[in-house]
């Protein structure tokens, strides 16, 4: 063999084994590398108590309820599967969060299965087009009155 | 590619090629910028703001494509040994880590009206972080191999290892629940949810950053070649002129 083939031979090797151990690190760290647990996970590993965690989902259809106080609302986050999630927030949220989008929490669960968040982020998906395009209702904006 | 290992032609080709690729792609990202920054419609959900997307995902794309050219300069560096090969490896390694942090420092903006957060420790950010410091790294890799006088191996070698980090990147709003979106253009596939009146915009834009790039590599190339012809020129005359003063 020409000793050009052999160090392509070789580069091929070593490239297939870290590329090899790269991916069975990453399917590896499937969970614990998650930004946030989709309620579909908390109710098939149960409610993380102990610790502060962030869930994540959409925001169901109708589910925004605001306080007398003005500044708690409770909404419900669900995902693909039956599994919802009943939030409780006090403060600002981002102009983005809304119903039938996403959301992600940071706060800690309750004994009752409520989870208080003490920060929300908005999540948007990958679509982007103009406001006479986008779904019905979604794009006009609030004023305040 | 063996036809341009003879630096001498490949600056043949690379000194006309450099004003055309700097040239036309000002030109372009001056026409797409403008088109997207007050042309194109603002967002349904986003408004305004989706306007950082003609800076950000270019950006993103080509610190990513550098680090795709200093693995494939790598390789042909290590297996082939093409004499052009290391330089072009050094020569991308500085625009590429400016795209990188581009890329970061526009994201971070965008974050803040949009997902409300300036920085999370998110798959997709955390990844492209480590790219910016894979960067810095085969900078200062590149650096002190120069000063030692060595082959560049080390460097090239850091070059092929670090191109794991590039499908981590692209697959980690798949692998991972991210606060980062998926992904809106699918090549393979030839799909795309980004509306056309925003798609083409930012397609000529990306040409326009690449067209730049690639015009920043060939000019950082050549200074390369320059210098170490420079370096050669010096080493011959300082030989020659202790040669002659042993012969008095």
Not at chain 1, 19 to 40: E, K, N, T, W
Not at chain 2, 8 to 23: D, M, N, S
Not at chain 2, 26 to 52: C, H, K, M, T, W
Request: with cysteine; glycine share 10%.
């Amino acid at each position: 063999m020409k000793p050009k083939n052999q160090r392509l031979v070789l580069v091929v090797l070593a490239l297939v084994a870290v590329i090899g151990a790269v991916l069975l690190a990453m399917s590896a760290m499937r969970d614990q590398a998650a930004f946030f647990y989709a309620p579909g996970d908390v109710a098939r590993k149960g409610l993380p108590l102990d610790r502060a965690v962030r869930i994540g989902g959409m925001v169901r259809q109708g589910s925004i309820q605001r306080h007398p106080d003005g500044v708690t609302i409770d909404f419900v986050v669900g995902d693909e599967t039956q599994a919802t999630i009943p939030v409780r927030f006090a403060g600002i949220t981002p102009d983005l969060f809304r119903e039938n989008s996403g959301v992600v929490a940071e706060g800690r669960f309750q004994p009752d299965g409520r989870f208080v968040a003490s920060e929300i982020l908005a999540k948007h998906d990958e679509n982007y087009m103009p406001p006479r395009l986008g779904p019905q209702g979604q794009h006009k904006t609030e004023t305040l009155e | 590619m063996h036809v341009y290992a003879n630096p001498a032609r490949f600056l043949k080709i690379a000194r006309p090629l450099t004003g055309l690729f700097g040239w036309a792609g000002v030109a372009l990202i001056g026409v797409a910028l403008a088109i997207g920054l007050f042309l194109a419609p603002r967002d349904y959900l986003q408004g305004e703001s989706v306007r950082i997307i003609y800076v950000h995902v270019p950006a993103a794309w080509l610190g990513m494509a550098g680090w795709t050219g200093i693995a494939v300069a790598s390789l042909m560096q290590l297996v082939w040994r093409h004499p052009l090969a290391a330089v072009a490896g050094r020569a991308i390694a500085v625009p590429g880590a400016v795209f990188t942090f581009v890329c970061l420092a526009t994201g971070s903006l965008w974050g803040r009206p949009t997902w409300g957060t300036y920085w999370e420790w998110d798959g997709r950010m955390t990844s492209m972080l480590v790219l910016l410091f894979l960067y810095l790294a085969y900078i200062a890799l590149a650096g002190a191999e120069k000063e030692k006088g060595g082959e560049g191996r080390i460097t090239a070698i850091f070059g092929l290892v670090g191109a794991v980090n590039l499908p981590i990147i692209r697959y980690s709003v798949v692998w991972w629940n991210t606060l980062h979106q998926g992904q809106s253009i699918d090549i393979v596939q030839g799909r795309s949810s980004i509306d056309s009146s925003m798609l083409w915009p930012l397609l000529a834009s990306a040409s326009g950053f690449t067209l730049l790039f690639g015009a920043i590599v060939l000019m950082r190339m050549r200074a390369e070649l320059a210098r170490q012809k420079l370096e050669a020129r010096m080493r011959r005359m300082a030989a020659a002129s202790s040669g002659s003063g042993r012969a008095q």
